[in-house]
Structure formats: C-alpha cells, structure tokens
C-alpha cells in the first residue's frame, strides 16, 4: 500500500505561483513514478506532469510546459509541482498519482483557483 497526500493548494492570482507538494508513504520503494493530473469543474480528469522516480526523467502536457516544472526528494518521499505564470485555465483540483504494478493510487486532491 502507498499513501500519498497533496498540499499547497490556494488561491492565487493571474500570473502568480503555487507549489504544491505530493508527499508518499507505506510501500514506497514500489513507487517508479508520480504523475500530477488536474481536473477542473465538468471537465474531465488530465495529464499535467510526471517525474520518474529514478533517474528524474520528466514530461508535460503542452498547456504547462515552460511555466510548470516537476521535481522530487527522495529524502523526503516527496514531489513537487512548482506552477508559474498561472492563468485561470489553470483552476482545478490537482491529483497526485502512481502507477504500481498495475494498481492506481491517488491523493484525496488540493484545489488551485486562479483569479483573474
């Protein structure tokens, strides 16, 4: 079993940051990724970013890429979503995910408005 808990979440304004953090626990070292996903009001749940647990390898969805930057501390068993230059397209509750053998664990999820 892993656990994992989102946090940083807010209110900000257009052009703001948030970080937002993706803490992990239990059975960690089963974790080989974390993908941040984000859904906003009557949309569907999507990609934003993910990070390869070992070698730090990366990816984006193209409405983030030069503004968000994924990264991770093992010491910490954590993830971080630094988001720069928001916009309000960018509100939506944002997921922490991983992928383990198959079995999709999720964060109960951290809510991001942006005003514009």
């Known amino acids: 079993q892993v656990q994992l808990v989102e946090s940083g979440g807010g209110l900000v304004q257009a052009g703001g940051s948030l970080r937002l953090s993706c803490a992990a626990s239990g059975r960690t070292f089963s974790i080989s990724g974390i993908n941040w996903f984000r859904q906003a009001p009557e949309k569907e749940r999507e990609f934003v970013a993910a990070i390869s647990w070992f070698g730090g390898r990366t990816s984006y969805t193209d409405s983030v890429k030069g503004r968000f930057t994924i990264s991770r501390d093992y010491a910490k068993n954590t993830v971080y979503l630094q988001m720069n230059g928001l916009k309000p397209e960018d509100t939506a509750v944002y997921y922490c995910?991983?992928?383990?053998?198959?079995?999709?664990?999720w964060g109960q999820g951290t809510q991001v408005t942006v005003s514009s």
């Open positions: 995910n991983s992928d383990i053998h198959g079995v999709q664990y």
